[in-house]
C-alpha cells in the first residue's frame, strides 16, 4: 500500500525555521517525481517546489526562492522542505506529492502557521 506521510510542520516566528519531512512508503521515492504544495485558507493548492527524480534538478516557486530548499534522502526513502525566513504569508497545510506519468500520490498535510 503507497503511502505518504508528513511531519514537521506547526507554529514558528516570523524569520523562523521548519523542516518538513515527507516519508514514503510501499514505493521507491527515488522512481517519482516528488514535490510539495501548499494550500493557504480560502486558496487553491498551489506548487512550492519539486525534485526530478533523474538528476534531482530542484525547481521552487518565484515566492520561496532563496528561502526554501527541497531535498531527497533515498537511502531513508524521504523528501524534506527547509523552510527558512518565513513570512506569514507562508501560513498554509503543506502537502507531498509523488508522481511519475499518470501516476500521483498524496500525503494528509501538515500544518504550518507563521505567527507572533
Known amino acids: 500500500q503507497v503511502q505518504l506521510v508528513e511531519s514537521g510542520g506547526g507554529l514558528v516566528q516570523p524569520g523562523g525555521s521548519l523542516r518538513l519531512s515527507c516519508a514514503g512508503s510501499g514505493f521507491t521515492v527515488s522512481n517519482y517525481f516528488m514535490s510539495w504544495y501548499r494550500q493557504a485558507p480560502g486558496k487553491e493548492r498551489v506548487l512550492v517546489a519539486a525534485i526530478t527524480r533523474v538528476g534531482g534538478t530542484t525547481t521552487y516557486a518565484e515566492s520561496v526562492k532563496g528561502r526554501f530548499t527541497i531535498s531527497r534522502d533515498n537511502a531513508k526513502n524521504t523528501v524534506a522542505l527547509q523552510m527558512n525566513s518565513l513570512k506569514p504569508e507562508d501560513t498554509a497545510v503543506y502537502y507531498c506529492?509523488?508522481?511519475?506519468?499518470?501516476?500521483?500520490?498524496w500525503g494528509q498535510g501538515t500544518q504550518v502557521t507563521v505567527s507572533s
Open positions: 506529492k509523488a508522481g511519475v506519468g499518470v501516476i500521483a500520490y
